[in-house]
């Protein structure tokens, strides 16, 4: 009988140090940070737009190198032709402001080997990208045709430093691509005159997301219960 169970008892040795192994593996924190417009009223990165954003991370660390980030944001997103970028802006002398909700699952490449135990550092840049789901909250149908639930495409780099074994600090900076010109409600042309140009429907609109964030790494896994050998299973 003691060969017969010798294997199974083995096998499940390995797999719980294999387990333990990757102990590292869940990571989850919060973050802060803005959020930033561009688009028919802006280009490129305008500070004058800028709008406080919070951040919700929860991580899988499929190695020290790979990652994989899901991630909830809200925030803000606004812009005005208060400076207007061309003759358009000026005409039409527009603003717009809408609160936003993003699930987004991204892939993090770290480009060095800072979680190796053996290594002189605990820091190193890393890439993003991937894709996900951004909520419009206050989208008002009877006037305006869009979809409450609009893809976007995050992606971006970010710096990492280890405190610790458990927790790690970023900085992060990235860009959101949309797929819709209708988020800044500028687009093909005014509702109440069609034969004016007042948007570039063939330029997509953007939001960016720049902040800090702090997570907390799960460096073992706990056990609910305790271990109780069954000396039976020996005779």
């Known amino acids: 009988m003691y060969k017969s169970i010798k294997w199974p008892i083995v096998s499940a040795f390995l797999l719980f140090s294999s387990i333990n192994a990757n102990g590292q593996f869940i990571e989850y924190g919060v973050g802060a940070g803005v959020l930033n417009y561009a688009g028919d009223m802006a280009r490129g990165y305008q500070f004058k737009n ?3 954003a919070i951040q919700g ?23 005005s032709d208060a400076k207007p970028i061309d003759a358009f802006g000026a005409v039409r002398n527009a603003s717009f402001s809408r609160r936003i909700a993003e699930g987004s699952l991204t892939i993090e490449y770290h480009f060095l080997d800072y979680k190796n135990e053996k290594s002189p550092i605990r820091w190193s840049p890393y890439f993003f990208g991937g894709f996900g789901f951004t909520k419009l909250l206050d ?6 045709d869009i979809s409450n639930f609009q893809p ?20 992060e900076v990235g860009a959101r691509k949309l797929f819709t010109d209708k988020f800044d409600r500028i687009s093909d042309g005014d509702l109440f005159n069609k034969n ?13 997301f720049t902040g800090f964030s702090f997570t907390y790494i799960l460096y073992k896994i706990p056990c609910p219960f305790r271990y109780i050998p069954n000396k039976s299973l020996y005779d």
């Open 57 to 79: 991370i929860y991580r899988l660390n499929f190695s020290h190198i790979v990652s994989l980030k899901f991630g909830l944001l809200y925030g803000k997103v606004s812009g």
């Open 139 to 144: 989208v008002d149908n009877t006037v305006e």
């Open 50 to 52: 800028l709008n406080p």
């Open 196 to 208: 004016f140009q007042y948007g570039n429907p063939k330029d997509r609109d953007w939001y960016h």
């Open 152 to 171: 976007v495409m995050p992606f971006g780099l970010g710096l990492k430093h280890l405190i610790g074994k458990q927790f790690s600090i970023s900085l």
